[in-house]
């Protein structure tokens, strides 16, 4: 399919050039292509790539036939509600649910597990949350409208917005969608049906000199801007500061969502931040190359929204997180627009001025257009497993890997109740022999290895790369694994595995259906400190649920998702059954701050990519010092005085 | 002002206003009722299978010392030593797995069953009864479970930790592992099998042996962490020689909660345990060892000497378990654990000023609930009332005001173990003739003991006539807690000359600061105890007032005066040390050393001239905390000389302390204007 594409873009043009040494043709693109689909549809079945983009500077500038293809070029329309779902995670198709018979079931068509039938699901619910398929909750069915505030907008910013020609909306829906991130608090608020302030007004610009032009014409009328990219912050983000009387604009990066050029001879490509990983990963791969940054929010969330949150992917051992993935950035903001004047890969010119706006959280501008590095797409790819008969010994082995630095694509070390969890996740077997070959693995490893069941942990793995070195570094991964005890487990978990690191998102929403609330928060933290964090933060968990009154045992877990030199990155999935407590979103945070502080108390940080929000705000001063608060506020007063990008995240 | 206020009845739980006697009185249980009718063999032989920890991963002592000897800690130290001296790692490292074999526990069933089987056959002949408080022992077998535990009796005696470990095993418990002192190490075999049923050996002082302490401390985390067993040490850090609480150490007290502030365990839990003899076997030892006698070495002959002992009636023991306290709960907004984040958790590093402010209240606290938990006895009532009345006071005169102090004392939170359906009459007479050893009655005059002595010399004359003095005066000391505070309050309300509340609050205060390593107050705690203080003073009507202005209730000037009377030997100690400290000759420097031996022929004379009262300066203690409290206040400054610590006499700020003791003109405070 991108073969198929213009022969004047940009990007396919370079491509048709036997330049690169170990692709001699532009035919044998399209087999690498394909194989990189296949890949992709392994995460998430999407089904046609959109056709690629033409170049251009602004669609707005440059009327032509290249302005339709532009349009549609994006996964995400600017009436988002039409497949994203707007009380909840990801496309209106699918979604978990429980059929009549009460098995549980995923719907739709994108995903692996989409039409699936999962009979653990139900006993699972039931048994770790004290869950019943009869106590349903009963949400609102359609967003609640008429108790939105009306929007505050004067006539001569009203007219002034129609003069500059940039599509803009004060539907409320258009509005109520992007008052929220992803929080739980957020979602539940939606589905009761409590609404506090929303935007005003929600804009599509479409090009980096709209950009220019929206936030001028904000400065002018003293108007507050919040950038919208994919809309899957977890840390209050988007929410709209209750205390802003002025006009609040959505700012939807949506719609810049073209890639710009291709340089393949620096291996960089030239991207609107507004596009999603999706859009940018097959827009990429139809040439033959990737960028490689994978977060699992990555169907939904934008390069801008990455940039401006310190994003990371799961494969960041071979691609690195976003710091180590940016070579430009432009941003505008009310005192202009800050950028640097060359694509030097390292440069010693001060402190990196990339890195006051990587993490800046929307409150200093908007990222309009990033240099992204991109890298053919991999030869081969391959997952794997290792079974561990506990937590203790799983992270041994991960850190091991970590010293030797042979860490694969992607390392993920789950505890035995997320392992149990992948369990409940199981599709029905198709037939008796996969069945049978289950229950003989199984026996293999609980009786003849002597693994207790509730004991034991499961480390997913995803090598890429060249054949010959992925064979090479798998060997490496498991010899290192079989001195801690683990034993290797098979492809095919280590691929269930990552095919639910899509749908596991849309877990939360099915639970809220039955009176379970959940969130999933994450850290880093040194090795040392790895197995006390993860035991800490777990019992803190339980026993303050216990504390204040929550009648059923939570489900606390954890994994470890990425390794580094220094540390690892813990995330937590934490959950419980809310009936019989009346306020239980208060509970909720209460209890998730406590697990905060318990993460900051033993050695963990704030953040390892999520980023602070207002969710985290509290905590900023005493993990970046008093000093550093301050020099953040100074750049800030500089940037922007008059808090023009004012929704109060971070500090 | 605010905090001065009024006394309120919402004094800190801490001291039960309530009279919780009887209750607690029931929950008791008698241990040696059941060994008095059935097989002690049996009893030894049977099935122990205690409750563990519930992340417990089991392992053997060997398998825990190699733990130990391998953990980053210990290698680091050794490192470092190596490093400094120049001697190779490996026989350092030799000598820390010597110091790790002289002191692992290796816990043996057999040697338990030994234990058991002879232990039961000592206490039946020693004592009359056991108590154990069963709730305690229900709510310590969970905690076992929970989170790893510390034990933390109090420490009168040798018995003490024999006794507890004895307690475990009966209530199928797991058997503590106990940290004492090195000098048990000399009893050969009976040290050797100690140290089989659990207890594990410290020096008593660390030096500066860096190896020993990193060994050490590691050893007792390591137990922690991984919950081997429950860990038991004495706050308290020595037996107390006075039947007064000690001020807490902290040093095994840090060790034990780094775990807990290092996030290497998510909590722990502090059991303060209470163990009151009604008569302690080392009574007259220590009376000796107070008066300077040096204490003599433990050493197995010398247990089998002190055999003649088990013909003799010590009569009851109370063991309370208190409630487990949650380090967790204590630490929470007090300490800032990610003070630790940013230096390597196995390199020794000091507690920092905050760590050591909470584990000072901390220990503070855990005595403090030791003595919550003291149970009292008359005996101890009534060498109150003796001491008071020396030489000899009549029968009746005992009997009336003993029974007088009942009342007031349990109005004051004691919890007194008043043996019910006896009469008051014989109740006391019969603990008149328990204590044959100390007291006499002639005629109808109850009095003292003395001891026999054909010393010329006066400082030996009078130490010897001293001895029971110090022995009354060892029981009557197990029931200061309970009054010091208010007692404190009712001379300061002498001292000042001043019905106005705050110039009482600031006399206080000071009182409360001289006296801080005397008796046990909690750090930061000075306004409560006040409150309490007055509170309780009002509520057995002895003083009356206003927010403003107090002064003594009519009937009230009896209870005053009986309280000051009690607290009067430490008024009088100070004064006088304070006294001859400001005599021309020791305006130069001097040794602790000095200090003791001349205070003691100073003391001798004054008692020997009838010009003090008490003769309880001369007991060692007493001396050692005025010179500590002197030093804390500023009236001598300590001086690191070649030849050890000298001292240096502060004329004025002494007279200050000696005035405030005392004073003869009014009290102008300077803390007044602290409200």
């Given amino acids: 399919m991108g073969t198929e594409a213009p022969v004047s873009s940009p990007l396919t043009s370079p491509r048709s050039q036997p330049q690169h040494g170990r692709m001699a043709s532009g035919e044998r693109t399209q087999p690498r292509a394909r194989q990189r689909l296949r890949v992709m549809a392994g995460h998430l079945r999407r089904a046609e790539p959109a056709p690629p983009p033409a170049l251009g500077q602004c669609r707005a500038l440059e009327p032509g036939p290249a302005d339709s293809t532009a349009k549609t070029a994006g996964t995400i329309p600017r009436r988002r509600q039409e497949i994203l779902k707007w009380n909840g995670w990801g496309y209106n198709d699918s979604k978990f649910t429980f059929n009549k018979k009460g098995q549980g079931e995923f719907t739709g068509k994108r995903y692996r597990l989409s039409g699936m ?162 859009d940018l990963e097959r827009q990429l791969s139809e040439h033959g190359y990737c960028t490689g940054h994978e977060p699992d929010s990555m169907e939904f969330s934008s390069l801008g929204g990455w940039v401006a949150t310190r994003a990371s992917g799961m494969k960041k051992n071979i691609y690195g997180n976003i710091e180590d993935l940016i070579v430009y950035i432009k941003m505008v903001t009310p005192r202009g627009i800050i950028e640097k004047s060359c694509q030097g890969p390292r440069m010693s010119t001060g402190p990196d001025i990339y890195h006051f706006i990587m993490g800046s959280e929307g409150t200093l501008g908007v990222v309009t257009e990033v240099t992204i590095k991109i890298r053919s797409l991999p030869e081969y790819q391959k997952y794997g497993s290792i ?97 801690v005890g683990g034993l290797a487990a098979g492809e095919d978990n280590g691929q269930r595995g990552y ?102 108390e033993n050695g963990g940080s704030l953040s390892h990519h999520h980023g602070v929000g207002k969710l985290r705000k509290r905590w900023l001063k005493e993990s970046i010092s008093d000093v550093g608060v301050g020099m953040l506020k100074s750049v800030k007063e500089y940037v922007d005085p008059n808090n023009i990008f004012g929704n109060q995240n971070l500090l | 002002m605010a905090a001065v206020s009024m006394a309120s009845p919402a004094v800190e739980s801490l001291y039960p206003q309530k009279d919780t006697t009887l209750n607690k009185r029931d929950g008791f249980e008698d241990l040696m009722e059941e060994r008095r009718h059935s097989s002690d063999l049996r009893y030894a032989m049977r099935c122990y299978t205690p409750v563990v920890y519930k992340d417990l991963v089991p392992r ?84 076992i479970q929970e989170y790893p535990v510390v034990l933390l009796p109090s420490h009168r005696s040798y018995i003490d930790f024999l006794m507890l470990s004895y307690i475990m095993y009966t209530y199928d418990l797991s058997l503590p592992v106990v940290a004492a002192g090195m000098d048990f190490m000399g009893m050969k075999i009976v040290g050797e099998m100690l140290r089989m049923s659990g207890a594990f050996f410290i020096r008593r002082s660390f030096g500066g042996d860096r190896l020993y302490w990193a060994v050490f401390s590691e050893y007792v985390k390591t137990i922690l962490r991984n919950g081997d067993a429950p860990v038991e040490f004495f706050v308290e850090g020595t037996r107390s020689r006075t039947g007064k609480s000690l001020i807490p150490k902290l040093g095994l007290l840090n060790i034990a909660i780094e775990p807990f502030l290092m996030g290497e365990v998510f909590d722990m839990y502090l059991v303060p345990i209470s163990i009151s003899y009604e008569r302690i076997l080392e009574e007259s030892l220590y009376a000796h060892e107070l008066l300077g006698v040096p204490k003599p070495k433990e050493s197995t002959s010398g247990l089998l000497k002190a055999r003649k002992i088990l013909s003799e009636n010590f009569g009851s023991i109370h063991i309370y378990f208190g409630q487990p306290v949650s ?106 003739a328990l204590r044959h050893n100390i007291v006499k009655t002639v005629k109808n005059q109850v009095m003292l003991c003395q001891e026999e002595t054909t010393a010329e010399f006066t400082v030996e004359k009078v130490s010897k006539s001293t001895v029971t003095v110090l022995m009354c005066a060892s029981y009557r000391n197990q029931i200061l807690h309970v009054f010091v505070r208010p007692a404190l309050v009712a001379i300061a309300f002498q001292n000042a000359h001043s019905c106005r509340k705050e110039d009482v609050y600031s006399c206080f205060s000071y009182l409360r600061e001289v006296f801080s390593d005397e008796f046990i107050f909690l750090p930061g705690n000075l306004v409560k105890d006040f409150d309490e203080g007055l509170y309780l003073l009002m509520k057995s009507g002895a003083i009356q007032g206003s927010h403003t202005d107090l002064h003594v209730a009519e009937k009230g000037s009896a209870t005053i005066s009986f309280l000051s009377a009690m607290f009067g030997p430490f008024l009088e100690g100070y004064q006088v040390i304070c006294k001859y400290l400001m005599r021309t000759e020791f305006t130069d420097d001097f040794t602790e050393k000095r200090f003791v031996a001349e205070i003691r022929n100073h003391a001798a004379e004054l008692i020997l001239t009838g010009a003090i009262k008490y003769s309880e300066v001369l007991s060692v203690d007493m001396q050692k905390n005025a010179l500590a409290a002197l030093s804390r206040l500023g009236a001598i400054e300590k001086l690191k000389t070649a030849g050890g610590t000298a001292c240096k006499v502060n004329k004025q700020t002494l007279a200050r302390v000696a005035d405030m003791l005392a004073p003869e003109l009014p009290v102008k405070s300077a803390t007044v204007a602290k409200l």
């Fill in chain 2, 327 to 432: 380090v967790r709960s204590l630490a929470t907004g007090t300490v800032r654990r990610s003070q630790y984040n940013l230096v390597p958790r196995h390199i020794p590093r000091k507690p920092s000023g905050d760590v050591y402010r909470f584990l000072d209240a901390v220990g503070h606290r855990m005595v403090v609930l030791q003595q919550k938990n003291m149970v009292i006895s008359p005996w101890v009532l009534m060498t109150t009332v003796i001491i008071q009345n020396l030489p000899s006071m009549p029968l009746p005169d005992l009997i009336r005001q003993t029974l007088w102090l009942k009342v007031i004392a349990e109005a004051f939170g004691a919890f007194i173990d008043w043996p019910v359906n006896v009469s008051a009459d014989k109740v006391i007479r019969s603990s008149l």
């Fill in chain 1, 117 to 278: 039938v999962l009979p653990a699901l139900k006993e699972w619910m039931e048994k770790s949350f004290g869950a019943s398929l009869e106590h349903r909750t009963s949400p609102r069915t359609a967003p609640n409208l008429e108790d939105l505030p009306l929007p505050i907008l004067n006539e001569e910013c009203l007219k002034e917005l129609k003069d500059i020609g940039i599509p803009f909306s004060q539907d409320p829906e258009d509005r109520l969608i992007r008052s929220h991130g992803h929080c739980l608090h957020e979602i539940f608020a939606l589905r009761e049906g409590k609404v506090e302030r929303v935007p005003d007004v929600v804009i599509w610009p479409s090009c980096h000199s709209d950009v220019v032009k929206i936030v001028k014409l904000a400065s002018k009328h003293n108007i507050c801007i919040i950038p919208f990219g994919g809309g899957t912050s977890v840390s209050d983000a988007l929410e709209c500061p209750t205390d802003e009387k002025r006009t609040i604009v959505s700012l939807d990066t949506s719609q810049m969502n073209r890639i710009l050029w291709v340089d393949e001879k620096n291996l960089t490509a030239h991207v609107e931040a507004g596009i999603t990983g999706q």
């Fill in chain 2, 60 to 143: 053997t002592p060997s398998a825990l010392r190699n733990v130990v000897l391998k953990s980053d800690q210990v290698q680091y130290v050794i490192k470092q030593l190596s490093k400094e001296t120049g001697e190779s790692p490996d026989i350092i490292s030799d000598e820390a797995a010597d110091i790790l074999e002289k002191m692992g526990h290796g816990l043996r069933l057999s040697i338990v069953r030994f234990f058991a089987f002879t232990l039961s056959k000592i206490f039946k002949a020693l004592f009359q009864k056991v108590r154990v408080n069963e709730e305690g022992i229900h709510k310590l077998h969970q905690a």
């Fill in chain 1, 387 to 483: 079974v561990f008969p506990d937590f203790e010994q799983g992270v041994a082995c991960l850190r091991e890997v970590a010293r030797q630095r042979c860490a694969p694509a992607s390392i993920r070390l789950m505890d035995n109740t997320q392992f149990q969890f992948g369990h409940a996740l199981k599709p029905q077997v198709a037939s008796i022999f996969t069945s049978f070959l289950d229950g003989l693995k199984k026996f293999y490893i609980t009786k003849f290895k002597g693994f207790d069941p509730n004991e034991l942990c499961v480390a997913t793995l995803l090598f890429e790369g060249s054949r010959e070195k992925v064979l090479q570094q798998e060997k490496h991964v498991y010899d290192i694994a079989a001195k």
């Fill in chain 1, 499 to 600: 095919m639910l690191t899509f749908v596991i998102a849309y877990i939360r929403d099915l639970g809220m259906d039955y009176y379970i609330i959940g969130e999933s928060f994450e850290t880093s933290v040194p090795w040392d400190r790895v197995l006390d964090l993860c035991r800490n933060v777990k019992e803190k968990l339980v026993r303050e649920c216990k504390e204040r009154g929550v009648q059923f045992p939570p489900l606390a877990t954890c994994r470890v998702t990425q390794t580094y030199d220094a540390g690892a990155c813990v995330y937590f999935y934490f959950a419980f059954n809310y009936r019989g407590i009346s306020d239980p979103i208060t509970v909720f945070e209460q209890i998730e701050a406590s697990a905060r502080e318990e993460i900051l």
